[in-house]
């Protein structure tokens, strides 16, 4: 596993020192340490760290925050507390529950932790931009399809020669053939 950069949403400074010396000793880069959430949220925008561990008690919005790291795949997130947690209402959207750890943790615990996290949320994203790609070419297809229809009706043409018709124009006019089909459908071009 390469080297894992992480930043802390902690707000007590012994806990902090106890995670970020378990981690460094595994090689893991502390990127930033902050003790309120939409500061947090900041610096993971910012720096976009692969790991974030977030303290239950930090102040702000901790529901609305990990619901953001969650959506916004930003980075694996570890929920730590100095008290058991015995459930949690989550956002109904969720795919999952995330983990809390109770502090104090052992080193070897929390780094094995750690990186079951980051192989789940690499897996994670991985799958999220395969997703992105799937309904951005069932998008287009959608558009060249009803293109297709529109050029099929008025120019007395095949399905095939539809299809021709619109790659040329598009290389004609040096558009990505999606463009050209959206500009068919919304009346912009001439056919």
């Known amino acids: 596993m390469k080297e894992l950069e992480y930043c802390l949403g902690i707000t007590d400074i012994a806990d902090g020192r106890a995670i970020i010396s378990a981690l460094s000793t595994a090689g893991f880069r502390c990127q930033g340490q902050d003790q309120d959430c939409s500061h947090l949220l900041r610096t993971l925008q910012r720096v976009q760290p692969q790991l974030v561990i977030m303290s239950l008690d930090l102040p702000g919005d901790v529901h609305g925050t990990v619901n953001t790291i969650d959506q916004e795949a930003l980075a694996a997130l570890l929920l730590v507390s100095r ?109």
Do not use: C, H
């Not at 809390?100 to 052992?106: D, F, H, R």
């Not at 780094?111 to 980051?118: G, R, S």
């Not at 124009?169 to 056919?191: C, E, F, H, N």
């Open 83 to 191: 008290k058991t947690v015995p459930g949690i209402a989550w956002d109904n959207n969720r795919d999952e529950t995330p983990l809390v750890m109770t502090l104090p943790v052992e080193s070897n615990v929390l780094l094995a932790v750690v990186k079951v996290l980051y192989l789940e949320y690499v897996r994670r994203k991985r799958l999220l931009e395969e997703l992105r790609s799937l309904r951005s070419k069932l998008q287009s297809r959608t558009v060249i399809e009803r293109a297709k229809g529109i050029l099929m009706k008025e120019l007395s043409l095949d399905e095939q020669g539809a299809y021709r018709f619109l790659q040329k124009k598009s290389m004609d006019l040096r558009l990505p053939l999606r463009d050209y089909a959206d500009s068919i459908i919304t009346g912009r071009v001439l056919r």
